[in-house]
């Protein structure tokens, strides 16, 4: 089984996603997020969004990392809380 980094909670947090990724040895460059372990993982466990100022920046970088193959990602209840709500408002 590949090495897995699993990150909780990040609420809009991306100067403290990007340091947690940091400290597990992630490094962001020109071509994209990139580890000294090859086969290296990352799983998200939701809640990207609300009480932190950047849900958008968090947003962009659980994307860039699984749109590449490093990650995976489960939608927590604050997201489904806002699509329940965005839907509400059609």
Do not use: Y
């Amino acid at each position: 089984m590949d090495p897995l980094d699993i990150i909780p909670d990040t609420h809009g947090q991306s100067a403290k996603l990007e340091a947690t990724l940091a400290g597990l040895g992630w490094r962001r460059n020109a071509l994209g997020w990139t580890h000294p372990d090859p086969d290296r993982q990352t799983v998200f466990l939701g809640d990207f969004i609300d009480h932190g100022p950047d849900n958008r920046a968090v947003l962009m970088t659980v994307r860039e990392l699984v749109d590449t193959g490093k990650a995976k990602a489960i939608m927590g209840n604050h997201e489904l809380n806002a699509l329940h709500f965005q839907s509400a408002q059609s």
